[in-house]
């Protein structure tokens, strides 16, 4: 029996690792991702459009300050072609020297359009070279702004305005600058409003971890007491939660209050029924005990298959009513010193030898109640069968989660003639004996195993090494 219980587990780990990962991808995230990410992502993009916008209208604002230098020029030149001064005047540099440099990026160009060709007065820079037009200029007689590209293919902003002078003549007048300038302020401009918003944007992801986790702190908290609670560390929660999970820590309360009465209930009424069927099934085999034949033998054969049958449900209902309630604890060591001593007393006739080895730290994770029981059927079943000496020692071992997940392996041993896999097979069957003639029921290791199982633990039977059984009990530790 035992290599089965080894090898399905084992067979079935791909097929459990599997469904874990497919739960893992099914499970929603969490409240404190949800709030991080969408915060993170309204941050990132108002912190985008922010930028965007702050960059657009910092580049109108540049071009804004440039045209009004180009347009200062402008005017400087629709004056003076206006008055007939350019006509007796080389308009000059208008105190900017880069007119007079060639292809200094800085241009003025007069051109009269009534004339055909159309004839072009332009500063020194253009260097026999001419500014081109705004697209779709048109005739309009206001000024136009806009890009367009100049000598050596660079790119100009530029001004341009026509006047029409009657007989004087008609003309399209000019100012272009390299928009160097402009490129150059704004892509400081975004470099530092790059830098700005990246700190700034760090900062709200610091700032907004901080809060979510302030904010989630007493749902920390909580989980944390419910671990408690269900390790046995304290009985419900305690202290003062906000508002709004206030009325969840009362109804955990609440219901951890309810599973508990309902326990006790249970455990009431089991106990009820069971001293209202054992004493009239008593009776009835006392009085089976005093006749002699076969209707007397039928009755104690019936009386005591009652019993069995009994002890079996009762105790069913029993573990069901018993592990109902998470979060007892058990220490170890005094419930088995005190086993031993009832058990050296009850074969203080046999001289049986009981040691116990067992650290004082220990505790499982289950009602005391039941450890006794589990430990009792175990140590009393060793007693039966020894020769003199029955040994109980205990240690912690690492369960399948880790340090997190620890649990109690507790050995019984006795020198008996112990049991082959076959009979260790059949014994933990319910109501199955070995031996008719030792006294019990048959129910005692069933009973251990079965309540084991229910708090998660285990119980295997095995050779000890003074060459009887071994019972080697498994259970949760604290």
């Known amino acids: 029996m035992s290599v089965h219980a080894e090898t399905g587990p084992a067979a079935a780990a791909p097929a459990a690792e599997a469904g874990t990962r497919a739960e893992r991808r099914r499970r929603p995230a969490s409240i404190a991702s949800r709030l991080f990410g969408s915060a993170a992502i309204w941050a990132t993009a108002i912190l985008v459009i922010g930028g965007v916008l702050l960059s657009s209208y910092y580049v109108r604002s540049v071009e804004r300050a440039f045209d009004q230098r180009l347009h200062v020029y402008l005017k400087t030149l629709v004056t003076g072609v206006a008055d007939g001064s350019f006509g007796r005047d080389d308009p000059g540099s208008f105190g900017e020297p880069r007119f007079e440099l060639p292809l200094s990026g800085w241009y003025w160009q007069i051109t009269r359009l009534d004339r055909d060709p159309p004839e072009a007065t332009t500063s020194k820079s253009l260097f026999e070279d001419q500014l ?118 009362a109804e955990l309360n609440a219901l951890i209050d309810s599973n508990r009465e309902i326990v006790e209930r249970a455990r009431t009424h089991v106990g009820n029924l069971a001293h209202g069927l054992k004493t009239p099934l008593s009776v009835i085999a006392n009085e089976s005990n005093a006749g002699e034949g076969p209707f007397a033998d039928k009755v104690r054969e019936q009386a005591l298959l009652m019993r069995r049958q009994i002890d079996h449900h009762l105790e069913r209902a029993r573990l069901s009513a018993g592990i109902a ?42 009602e005391r109640q039941d450890l006794e029981e589990m430990v009792g059927n175990l140590v009393d079943n060793a007693c039966k069968w020894t020769r003199n000496l029955v040994s109980i020692s205990a240690e912690t071992a690492e369960g399948k989660g880790g340090k997190s997940d620890r649990a109690i392996r507790i050995f019984v041993d006795d020198d008996g003639p112990g049991l082959t896999p076959e009979q260790s097979a059949h014994v933990l069957a319910r109501g199955r004996r070995l031996d008719e003639t030792k006294p019990g029921s048959g129910l005692g290791l069933a009973i251990v195993s079965e309540l084991a199982s229910m708090y998660g633990g285990r119980l295997t039977l095995g050779r000890a090494p003074e060459g009887g059984l071994r019972g080697e009990l498994t259970l949760p530790a604290v």
């Open 132 to 249: 081109p037009r705004l697209p779709d200029a048109g005739n309009s007689p206001t000024a136009r702004d806009g890009y367009a590209v100049g000598p050596e293919g660079r790119r100009l902003r530029m001004v341009e305005r026509i006047i029409d002078l009657g007989q004087d003549g008609r003309y399209l007048i000019a100012i272009g600058a390299a928009s160097g300038e402009i490129e150059k302020d704004v892509a400081d401009f975004n470099f530092a409003l790059l830098v700005t918003f990246a700190l700034l944007g760090l900062g709200l992801v610091v700032t907004t971890g901080f809060q979510v986790g302030f904010g989630l702190r007493p749902l920390s908290r909580m989980r944390a007491q419910l671990v408690e609670i269900r390790t046995g560390g304290r009985a419900r929660l305690d202290g003062a939660f906000p508002r709004e999970i206030a009325p969840l820590a």
């Open 325 to 366: 309630f998470a979060g007892e604890t058990s220490e170890l060591r005094p419930i088995v010193e005190g086993l031993a001593r009832t058990m050296e007393k009850i074969h203080r006739d046999r001289d049986l030898a009981m040691t116990v080895s067992i650290a004082d730290d220990l505790r499982a994770r289950c």
